[in-house]
C-alpha cells in the first residue's frame, strides 16, 4: 500500500524564480554550480553547499527573513512540464503530483527500485539531511494506477503556485488544497505500486535517517516527519514520459581489438557499414530491433543489430531475469564490454575506462577528434521494461535510463518540523 499525505509546501517568495531554482544536484557540472551559486538565494547554495553546516544555517536565514516561506495550509502539488524532446524535436507534456510519501523497505515490495547506488553518494546526502531535516528537493517516481485523468482534470482547475521557465522548457506548479479532492488521490494511489525513476540515493537516505531516528526515539507507534519524503509521482501511462539512452564511450583500447571488432560483433549480430554522421539516425531507425551502432577511431562505423535466429537471453548469463536479458544494454555489456574490453559492472559504476553521454553527437565527436578509441550508441529502454525489470526484483546496468526533463530543484521543499 503505498500511502502519500498533503504537506506545507516551503517555496521562494523571490519574485525572480528562475535565478533560485537548479536542475538536481546530481546532475549539476562543477562549472555549473559556480554559474548557479552567482545568485544568493539558488536552491544549490542548499543542494550542494559549501558545508552541511553552511546549508542548514541558510535554510533557517532564508525562513526567517521571508526568502522561503511555508504555505498556509496542506497541500498537494501539480507539476505540469512542457518540453520539447532533445533528439526528436516533437513536444511533450509530463504531469506529476508532488506529495509526501511513506516510506517502504523494498522487501515490502510497494516501492520498487531499477537501480544501484553507491555508498559515498548516500553518506553525503545523510550527512546534509541530518543538518537540515528537510527534503530540499523531491525524488521522482513513476506509480500504477488511474491516476493520469484526475492530474489532467486537477490542471484545469488548479491555481498555480509557480512558473518559470528553464533550459529544458517550461515548469508549472498548481497547488490542491480541496480536502476532499486530496482524499481522492490518496485512495487513487493507495493500492498501486511506485517505480523509483530517479532519487535510488535519496529514497535510500531517507530510510537510513528514519532507521537513526526511530531507534534513537523508542521506535514510536505513531508514523513521525520522518516516516515520510517528498516525491513526484507521474502515471506510468501519461505519453510524456520520456527516456534518454545513456553511450557508452571507451577512452583508450588496444588496436587489434579495435580491428577485430566488427568480425566478433558479427558472430551473433547483423553488421551494416555506415558513415560516422549516419549512426545514430540508423540506430534510431532500426529500434525495433535488439542492438547499438559503434563509431570507431579511422571514422568507421556500423549498426549492429541481433540476428533474428537468435535468442537474445541466450548471449546473457542466467542469473538475470529474461526480461533484463534483452535489453540492448544488458546485450552489449555482456556480449562486448565485458569480454572483449574488460570493462565489467565495477568499472561502469565508477566511469573506470568509460565515459558517458546522452548527446550522441558529442559521443560520435569525441572519437573522430581522436578524444576516444570508441563510442556505442544505444536505444533507451522503453518505460515497460523499466518496469518489468524491477517487479523481476532486479537492477538495470549502470547509466541505463535517464529520465527526461529532470525536476527542478527549488519549485517546493518540506521541513520536517
Known amino acids: 500500500m503505498a500511502r502519500i499525505a498533503p504537506f506545507r509546501g516551503v517555496r521562494y517568495t523571490v519574485p525572480e524564480l528562475q535565478q533560485c531554482v537548479a536542475p538536481p544536484y546530481d546532475v549539476i557540472t562543477p562549472p555549473e554550480r559556480e554559474k548557479l551559486r552567482q545568485f544568493p538565494y539558488n536552491i544549490a547554495r542548499l543542494t550542494l553547499p559549501d558545508s552541511y553546516d553552511s546549508a542548514a544555517r541558510l535554510w533557517r536565514e532564508w525562513q526567517e527573513d521571508g526568502t ?70 523531491p525524488i521522482y517516481g513513476l506509480v500504477e494506477g488511474g491516476l493520469f485523468p484526475v492530474l489532467e482534470e486537477l490542471m484545469r482547475t488548479a491555481p498555480v503556485a509557480a512558473e518559470t521557465e528553464y533550459t529544458d522548457g517550461l515548469h508549472r506548479l498548481y497547488r490542491i488544497e480541496d480536502v476532499s479532492t486530496l482524499e481522492r488521490l490518496a485512495s487513487l494511489v493507495a493500492p498501486a505500486r511506485v517505480w523509483i525513476a530517479d532519487g535510488h540515493h535519496r529514497y535510500e537516505t531517507c530510510l537510513q535517517y528514519r532507521r537513526e531516528r526511530r531507534a534513537a526515539e523508542g521506535n514510536p507507534a505513531t508514523l513521525q516527519p520522518y516516516d515520510w519524503l517528498m516525491i ?147 536505444n533507451p529502454p522503453t518505460v515497460q521494461e523499466v518496469r518489468e525489470v524491477a517487479l523481476a526484483g532486479e537492477k538495470m546496468p549502470p547509466k541505463s535510463t535517464y529520465f527526461y526533463p529532470k525536476l527542478l530543484s527549488g519549485l517546493v521543499m518540506r521541513k520536517f518540523r
Request: proline share 7%.
Open 232 to 378: 513526484a509521482l507521474t502515471p506510468l501511462e501519461d505519453p510524456g514520459v520520456v527516456i534518454l539512452p545513456t553511450h557508452r564511450v571507451v577512452p583508450y583500447t588496444p588496436e587489434q581489438t579495435l580491428t577485430r571488432l566488427p568480425d566478433y560483433v558479427s558472430k551473433w549480430f547483423d553488421v551494416h557499414p555506415c558513415a560516422p554522421q549516419e549512426a545514430a539516425r540508423a540506430l534510431h531507425e532500426g529500434k525495433s530491433r535488439r542492438g547499438f551502432a559503434v563509431v570507431m577511431q579511422g571514422g568507421k562505423a556500423f549498426t549492429a543489430w541481433l540476428r533474428e535466429d537468435i535468442a537474445p537471453e541466450t548471449l546473457v548469463p542466467g542469473e538475470y531475469s529474461a526480461i533484463a536479458r534483452r535489453l540492448d544494454v544488458t546485450l552489449l555489456q555482456a556480449v562486448v564490454l565485458e569480454p572483449l574490453f574488460g570493462i565489467t559492472h565495477h568499472h561502469l559504476e565508477r566511469a573506470e575506462g568509460i565515459r558517458y553521454t546522452r548527446d550522441e553527437v558529442e559521443a560520435i565527436e569525441w572519437v573522430l577528434r581522436g578524444e576516444a578509441a570508441v563510442a556505442f550508441l544505444l
Open 68 to 137: 522561503l516561506q511555508a504555505d498556509p495550509a496542506p497541500a498537494m502539488y501539480l507539476l505540469e512540464q512542457e518540453f520539447t524532446h532533445p533528439v526528436t524535436g516533437d513536444h511533450h507534456r509530463r504531469l506529476a503530483l508532488v506529495c509526501l510519501m511513506a516510506l517502504e523497505e523494498y522487501d515490502a515490495g510497494v516501492v520498487l527500485p531499477h537501480e544501484n547506488t553507491q555508498a559515498r553518494a548516500k553518506e553525503d546526502r545523510l550527512q546534509l539531511l541530518r543538518a537540515t531535516e528537510a527534503n530540499l528537493e
